[in-house]
Protein backbone atom coordinates (compact mmCIF):
# COMPACT_ATOMS: atom_id res chain seq x y z
CA UNK A 1 0.00 0.00 0.00
CA UNK A 2 1.59 3.50 -0.59
CA UNK A 3 3.21 5.18 1.95
CA UNK A 4 2.63 8.64 3.66
CA UNK A 5 3.14 11.28 1.13
CA UNK A 6 4.22 14.64 1.74
CA UNK A 7 4.33 17.49 -1.03
CA UNK A 8 6.59 19.10 -1.86
CA UNK A 9 10.05 17.55 -1.13
CA UNK A 10 11.98 20.32 -1.62
CA UNK A 11 10.72 24.53 -1.26
CA UNK A 12 12.83 27.49 -0.61
CA UNK A 13 10.97 30.59 -0.10
CA UNK A 14 11.71 34.49 0.92
CA UNK A 15 11.42 35.83 4.83
CA UNK A 16 8.15 37.00 5.17
CA UNK A 17 6.26 34.67 2.71
CA UNK A 18 3.73 32.56 3.85
CA UNK A 19 4.18 28.61 2.99
CA UNK A 20 1.81 25.36 2.92
CA UNK A 21 2.51 21.70 3.30
CA UNK A 22 0.83 18.67 2.22
CA UNK A 23 0.80 15.22 3.79
CA UNK A 24 -2.12 12.48 2.53
CA UNK A 25 -1.06 9.65 5.17
CA UNK A 26 -1.52 5.86 4.88
CA UNK A 27 -5.11 4.84 3.36
CA UNK A 28 -7.67 4.30 6.86
CA UNK A 29 -4.77 6.03 9.42
CA UNK A 30 -6.95 9.11 10.58
CA UNK A 31 -4.21 10.48 12.86
CA UNK A 32 -1.70 12.88 11.60
CA UNK A 33 1.08 14.73 13.47
CA UNK A 34 3.51 16.86 12.24
CA UNK A 35 7.29 17.70 13.22
CA UNK A 36 9.66 19.83 13.05
CA UNK A 37 13.18 18.40 12.50
CA UNK A 38 16.72 20.81 12.81
CA UNK A 39 20.21 20.36 13.54
CA UNK A 40 19.95 21.91 15.69
CA UNK A 41 16.36 21.47 17.84
CA UNK A 42 16.31 17.73 16.64
CA UNK A 43 12.71 16.24 16.63
CA UNK A 44 9.75 19.11 17.61
CA UNK A 45 6.21 18.31 17.58
CA UNK A 46 3.91 20.78 16.00
CA UNK A 47 0.64 19.23 16.24
CA UNK A 48 -1.65 15.84 15.46
CA UNK A 49 -4.98 15.63 14.02
CA UNK A 50 -7.66 13.06 14.37
CA UNK A 51 -10.67 13.15 12.59
CA UNK A 52 -10.45 16.65 11.73
CA UNK A 53 -10.17 17.99 14.96
CA UNK A 54 -6.64 19.61 16.24
CA UNK A 55 -5.98 17.05 19.49
CA UNK A 56 -2.57 18.47 20.24
CA UNK A 57 0.09 21.33 19.56
CA UNK A 58 3.29 21.33 20.27
CA UNK A 59 4.95 24.72 21.76
CA UNK A 60 5.41 26.42 18.27
CA UNK A 61 3.99 30.14 17.66
CA UNK A 62 0.87 31.09 15.83
CA UNK A 63 2.26 31.31 12.42
CA UNK A 64 2.33 27.96 12.55
CA UNK A 65 -1.18 26.20 11.86
CA UNK A 66 -2.75 23.18 10.45
CA UNK A 67 -5.55 21.62 9.09
CA UNK A 68 -7.13 18.16 8.05
CA UNK A 69 -9.57 16.94 5.87
CA UNK A 70 -12.20 14.89 5.20
CA UNK A 71 -10.42 12.32 3.86
CA UNK A 72 -7.26 12.51 6.60
CA UNK A 73 -5.02 14.21 4.42
CA UNK A 74 -3.54 17.50 6.20
CA UNK A 75 -1.83 20.25 5.33
CA UNK A 76 0.37 22.80 7.51
CA UNK A 77 0.49 26.36 7.21
CA UNK A 78 3.67 29.04 8.38
CA UNK A 79 3.15 32.57 7.46
CA UNK A 80 5.77 35.36 7.88
CA UNK A 81 8.21 33.03 7.39
CA UNK A 82 11.93 33.35 9.57
CA UNK A 83 15.40 32.06 8.74
CA UNK A 84 14.80 29.90 11.39
CA UNK A 85 11.44 27.83 10.23
CA UNK A 86 14.32 26.83 7.33
CA UNK A 87 13.66 22.97 8.57
CA UNK A 88 12.57 19.22 7.25
CA UNK A 89 8.88 18.93 8.14
CA UNK A 90 7.54 15.72 8.92
CA UNK A 91 4.48 14.38 8.60
CA UNK A 92 3.60 11.09 10.16
CA UNK A 93 0.52 9.44 10.16
CA UNK A 94 -1.18 6.15 12.69
CA UNK A 95 -3.91 4.16 12.45
CA UNK A 96 -4.49 4.24 16.30
CA UNK A 97 -5.77 7.62 17.74
CA UNK A 98 -4.03 10.35 19.67
CA UNK A 99 -1.56 8.57 22.35
CA UNK A 100 -2.52 4.63 21.92
CA UNK A 101 0.60 3.88 20.76
CA UNK A 102 0.67 2.64 17.69
CA UNK A 103 3.88 4.22 16.46
CA UNK A 104 4.24 6.52 13.56
CA UNK A 105 5.01 5.73 9.47
CA UNK A 106 6.66 8.87 8.71
CA UNK A 107 6.76 10.46 5.17
CA UNK A 108 9.52 11.35 3.52
CA UNK A 109 9.28 15.30 4.70
CA UNK A 110 9.67 18.85 2.97
CA UNK A 111 13.05 20.76 3.14
CA UNK A 112 12.01 24.10 3.33
CA UNK A 113 14.85 26.68 3.11
CA UNK A 114 13.76 30.32 3.83
CA UNK A 115 15.90 32.71 2.03
CA UNK B 1 7.44 15.86 31.40
CA UNK B 2 8.75 13.19 29.77
CA UNK B 3 12.38 12.91 27.87
CA UNK B 4 14.57 11.03 26.36
CA UNK B 5 18.39 10.56 26.43
CA UNK B 6 20.32 9.08 24.08
CA UNK B 7 24.09 8.92 25.42
CA UNK B 8 26.03 8.39 22.03
CA UNK B 9 26.39 10.92 19.78
CA UNK B 10 28.02 9.15 17.25
CA UNK B 11 29.17 5.46 17.38
CA UNK B 12 31.20 3.96 14.74
CA UNK B 13 31.27 -0.39 14.44
CA UNK B 14 33.03 -2.55 11.80
CA UNK B 15 30.43 -4.92 9.63
CA UNK B 16 29.75 -7.71 11.18
CA UNK B 17 30.42 -6.12 14.74
CA UNK B 18 27.96 -6.36 17.33
CA UNK B 19 25.75 -3.32 17.96
CA UNK B 20 24.29 -1.80 21.14
CA UNK B 21 22.42 1.95 20.81
CA UNK B 22 21.46 3.45 24.39
CA UNK B 23 18.88 5.11 25.79
CA UNK B 24 17.40 6.41 28.82
CA UNK B 25 13.65 8.06 29.61
CA UNK B 26 11.78 9.76 32.02
CA UNK B 27 8.42 9.24 32.15
CA UNK B 28 6.16 9.02 34.95
CA UNK B 29 3.83 6.21 33.70
CA UNK B 30 4.28 2.90 32.05
CA UNK B 31 6.37 4.46 29.14
CA UNK B 32 5.58 3.59 25.31
CA UNK B 33 8.87 2.80 24.30
CA UNK B 34 9.83 3.13 20.41
CA UNK B 35 13.25 3.18 18.06
CA UNK B 36 13.49 5.18 14.24
CA UNK B 37 15.62 4.86 11.74
CA UNK B 38 16.65 7.68 9.31
CA UNK B 39 18.43 7.51 6.51
CA UNK B 40 19.75 10.60 4.77
CA UNK B 41 17.11 12.55 2.99
CA UNK B 42 13.87 10.52 4.09
CA UNK B 43 12.15 10.41 6.86
CA UNK B 44 12.09 7.92 10.16
CA UNK B 45 11.35 3.93 9.77
CA UNK B 46 9.46 2.53 12.91
CA UNK B 47 12.25 -0.44 14.05
CA UNK B 48 10.40 -1.88 16.84
CA UNK B 49 8.06 -0.60 20.10
CA UNK B 50 7.41 -1.56 23.37
CA UNK B 51 3.94 -1.17 24.90
CA UNK B 52 3.77 -4.39 28.10
CA UNK B 53 4.40 -7.76 28.42
CA UNK B 54 7.78 -9.50 27.54
CA UNK B 55 10.61 -6.71 27.82
CA UNK B 56 12.46 -8.19 24.90
CA UNK B 57 10.68 -7.14 21.52
CA UNK B 58 12.26 -8.04 18.13
CA UNK B 59 11.95 -5.44 15.57
CA UNK B 60 12.74 -5.49 11.84
CA UNK B 61 16.07 -5.71 10.45
CA UNK B 62 16.88 -7.84 12.77
CA UNK B 63 17.05 -5.18 15.51
CA UNK B 64 16.04 -5.91 19.06
CA UNK B 65 15.53 -3.75 21.86
CA UNK B 66 15.01 -4.84 25.68
CA UNK B 67 12.90 -2.70 28.31
CA UNK B 68 14.62 -1.85 31.96
CA UNK B 69 12.66 -0.37 34.32
CA UNK B 70 14.90 -0.60 36.45
CA UNK B 71 17.51 1.50 34.64
CA UNK B 72 14.62 3.52 32.23
CA UNK B 73 16.62 2.06 29.64
CA UNK B 74 15.20 0.47 25.98
CA UNK B 75 18.83 -0.40 24.54
CA UNK B 76 18.43 -1.23 20.49
CA UNK B 77 21.32 -4.10 19.89
CA UNK B 78 21.71 -5.81 17.13
CA UNK B 79 24.23 -9.30 16.79
CA UNK B 80 25.70 -8.53 13.10
CA UNK B 81 25.94 -5.23 12.12
CA UNK B 82 25.81 -4.52 7.97
CA UNK B 83 26.88 -1.84 5.76
CA UNK B 84 23.58 -0.79 4.98
CA UNK B 85 22.75 0.05 8.69
CA UNK B 86 24.79 3.53 8.38
CA UNK B 87 22.02 5.93 9.32
CA UNK B 88 20.45 7.73 12.36
CA UNK B 89 18.98 6.27 14.43
CA UNK B 90 15.70 7.52 16.95
CA UNK B 91 14.57 6.61 20.48
CA UNK B 92 11.16 8.11 21.51
CA UNK B 93 8.71 7.53 24.54
CA UNK B 94 4.51 8.44 23.81
CA UNK B 95 3.19 11.17 26.55
CA UNK B 96 -0.13 8.57 26.18
CA UNK B 97 -2.11 11.96 27.84
CA UNK B 98 -0.82 14.45 25.73
CA UNK B 99 -0.80 12.44 22.39
CA UNK B 100 2.78 13.34 21.25
CA UNK B 101 6.10 11.51 21.17
CA UNK B 102 9.34 12.96 22.39
CA UNK B 103 12.21 12.14 20.31
CA UNK B 104 16.06 12.26 21.31
CA UNK B 105 18.82 13.53 20.01
CA UNK B 106 19.50 10.54 18.13
CA UNK B 107 22.79 8.45 17.60
CA UNK B 108 24.42 8.71 13.99
CA UNK B 109 25.88 4.75 13.42
CA UNK B 110 29.03 4.52 10.81
CA UNK B 111 30.00 1.03 9.36
CA UNK B 112 33.30 0.32 8.65
CA UNK B 113 34.11 -2.25 6.24
Known amino acids: KAGVTQTPRYLIKTRGQQVTLSCSPISGHRSVSWYQQTPGQGLQFLFEYFSETQRNKGNFPGRFSGRQFSNSRSEMNVSTLELGDSALYLC??????????????FGSGTRLTVV | AQSVTQPDIHITVSEGASLELRCNYS??????LFWYVQSPGQGLQLLLKYFSGDTLVQGIKGFEAEFKRSQSSFNLRKPSVHWSDAAEYFC???????????FGDGTTLTVKP
Open chain 2, 27 to 32: YGATPY
Open chain 2, 92 to 102: AVLNTNAGKST
Open chain 1, 92 to 105: ASSLAPPGQGDGYT
